[in-house]
């Protein structure tokens, strides 16, 4: 139990465009989702808080209008790069968060922008 | 904001030996936990500690949650190659809030 998957598992894009990354729980709802990135050989940074019907939380430093949280549903939230640039390029990870609030992780999407 | 460093930053060492790391806090914890994370993929839950002075293992993994609350050990004996990747500690914001600082990691290579 407990599964959370994220599509695609990789991405290549042009610089300009914008590219969705979606983050499903599959064998449990949840109400709040969270994204990180993470650059090569760094830790884990969060991005942002999803929460179910809500406005996301972001993070400082973090632009919402260049990053798109919409979680429409209690088994899915997604994250939308808008124009992504090369410094976009990252290791992005969602977790969800379970019952009793321990958090599970995505196998996160590899983005390169070229 | 609040840091974990994690010591050491990386590791080098030979199957079957056993591997000390650890985790140290400018802020007090009320729970710590520990993952790992394999190249290429998201990280996962190895020891969660709810208490200080907490000692919990799980198999050949071992950790402590210090009496200060400032910092945590994990321990790997008889370490075997799938053992490689890259250890995290974790723990919840000191807001009440589920959001969860990650320390800054220490990679486990084992030489052959």
């Known amino acids: 139990g407990a599964v959370v998957s994220q599509h695609p598992s990789w991405v290549i894009c042009k610089s300009g465009t914008s590219v969705k990354i979606e983050c499903r729980s599959l064998?449990?709802?949840?109400?709040?989702m969270f994204w990180y990135r993470q650059f090569p050989k760094q830790s884990l940074m969060l991005m942002a808080t999803s929460n179910e019907g809500s406005k996301a939380t972001y993070e400082q430093g973090v632009e919402k209008d260049k990053f798109l949280i919409n979680h429409a549903s209690l088994t899915l939230s997604t994250l939308t790069v808008t124009s992504a640039h090369p410094e976009d390029s990252s290791f992005y990870i969602c977790?969800?968060?379970?019952?009793?609030?321990?958090?599970?992780f995505g196998p996160g999407t590899r983005l390169t922008v070229l | 904001g609040q840091q974990l460093n994690q010591s050491p930053q990386s590791m080098f060492i030979q199957e079957g030996e056993d591997v000390s790391m650890n985790c140290t806090s400018s802020?007090?914890?009320?729970?710590w936990l520990w993952y790992k994370q394999d190249p290429g993929e998201g990280p996962v839950l190895l020891i969660a500690l709810y208490k200080a002075g907490e000692l919990t293992s799980n198999g050949r993994l071992t950790a402590q949650f210090g009496i200060t609350r400032k910092d945590s050990f994990l321990n790997i004996s008889a370490s075997i190659p799938s053992d490689v990747g890259i250890y995290f500690c974790a723990g919840p914001s000191n807001f009440g809030n589920e959001k969860l600082t990650f320390g800054t990691g220490t990679r486990l290579t084992i030489i052959p």
């Open positions: 064998d449990f709802q949840a109400t709040t």
């Open positions: 977790s969800a968060e379970g019952p009793i609030d321990e958090q599970f």
């Open positions: 802020s007090i914890f009320n729970t």
